[in-house]
């Protein structure tokens, strides 16, 4: 089911109650993500959520853990930016719920308390159908900053789709990226042509909550690209130091 498809049947649900959920107010439409940290982002307290109006860098706060139980927050992103999600007292996938993990536009979030103190989350996207489709079509998480080899994209889209990159974000920096430049090609050995150049800075990523958007060149930025095309972040210059990112692809697939 396409998000949209999702968004129609989830707001024609009633209040349900799951298993071991304890939280007031089972569906929660309309929403705003706010704020750029975890002190001002808006606080969950439905156990499905739809977030319809969002800011560059805003984000949102899931129940905690006490109150979840052994159950399941589901949230939907069909606001125009990626949403930070945060925990106050709980891990997410291992990271601190002060930092949060990366809810992308147009994408489904589905966190699973796993018990006091700990969420286990993942992003449900559907491969994007054939047909002028605008979304996520691939991603690349804790890519290495330090490392000038290929470092491959993942490609959400089915293997038969035409696609063009419109957007690529990158967020979540583990530290600051002063140093580091490069950029992203549709072949290896910094080969193909350059989506992305190779001068392209990262040096805005102060901490885990920044967000930078690269700049796509013209001429690539306005081609379609063949099925089976494929994207590979190549960086020129390292951080020099062990530093992680999270690069996530948008365009629309045909």
Same mark, same amino acid.
Not at 21 to 29: A, F, K, N, P
Not at 109 to 135: E, I, R
Not at 149 to 170: A, C, G
Not at 240 to 248: K, L, M, P, Q, R
């Given at each position: 089911?396409?998000i949209?498809?999702?968004?129609r049947?989830f707001?024609?649900?009633?209040?349900?109650?799951?298993p071991?959920?304890?939280?007031?107010?089972?569906?929660?439409?309309?929403?705003?993500a706010?704020?750029t940290?975890i002190?001002?982002?808006?606080?969950?307290s439905?156990?499905?959520?739809?977030?319809?109006?969002?800011?560059?860098g805003?984000?949102?706060?899931?129940?905690?853990?006490?109150?979840?139980?052994?159950?399941?927050?589901?949230?939907?992103?069909?606001s125009l930016?990626?949403?930070?999600? /945060? !925990?106050?007292?709980?891990?997410i =996938?291992?990271?601190a719920?002060?930092t949060?993990?990366l809810? &992308?536009? *147009?994408d $489904?979030?589905?966190?699973?308390?796993?018990g006091?103190?700990a969420?286990s989350?993942s992003?449900?996207l559907?491969?994007m159908?054939?047909?002028?489709?605008?979304?996520?079509?691939?991603?690349?998480?804790?890519?290495?900053?330090n490392l000038?080899?290929?470092?491959p994209?993942?490609m959400?889209?089915n293997?038969s789709?035409?696609?063009r990159?419109?957007k690529i974000?990158?967020?979540?920096?583990s530290?600051i990226l002063?140093?580091?430049?490069?950029g992203?090609?549709?072949?290896?050995?910094?080969g193909?042509?350059a989506?992305?150049?190779?001068?392209q800075? /990262? !040096?805005?990523?102060?901490s885990p =909550?920044?967000i930078?958007?690269?700049?796509i060149?013209?001429? &690539?930025g *306005?081609t $379609?690209w063949?099925?089976?095309?494929?994207l590979?972040?190549?960086?020129?210059?390292p951080?020099?130091?062990?530093v992680?990112?999270?690069?996530?692809?948008?365009?629309t697939s045909?």
């Amino acid at each position: 089911m396409s998000i949209h498809g999702f968004e129609r049947s989830f707001k024609g649900r009633v209040a349900i109650k799951w298993p071991g959920l304890q939280i007031e107010g089972c569906v929660s439409t309309g929403l705003i993500a706010t704020g750029t940290t975890i002190s001002d982002a808006f606080p969950l307290s439905a156990q499905y959520n739809l977030i319809s109006t969002s800011s560059s860098g805003s984000g949102i706060i899931l129940p905690g853990t006490d109150l979840v139980g052994h159950g399941l927050v589901l949230v939907v992103n069909s606001s125009l930016n990626d949403v930070k999600v /945060y !925990s106050r007292h709980d891990t997410i =996938n291992g990271t601190a719920g002060s930092t949060g993990v990366l809810l &992308p536009q *147009n994408d $489904i979030g589905f966190y699973f308390s796993t018990g006091a103190g700990a969420y286990s989350a993942s992003n449900v996207l559907d491969p994007m159908p054939v047909g002028g489709n605008y979304g996520l079509i691939g991603k690349l998480l804790s890519a290495d900053m330090n490392l000038i080899s290929d470092q491959p994209i993942q490609m959400l889209i089915n293997t038969s789709s035409l696609f063009r990159v419109e957007k690529i974000t990158v967020t979540n920096a583990s530290d600051i990226l002063n140093v580091v430049t490069g950029g992203i090609y549709t072949d290896i050995n910094k080969g193909g042509t350059a989506i992305v150049a190779n001068t392209q800075n /990262y !040096s805005s990523l102060l901490s885990p =909550n920044s967000i930078i958007n690269l700049t796509i060149l013209t001429t &690539p930025g *306005n081609t $379609i690209w063949d099925a089976g095309t494929s994207l590979y972040l190549s960086l020129s210059t390292p951080q020099n130091a062990s530093v992680t990112a999270d690069f996530y692809v948008y365009g629309t697939s045909y």
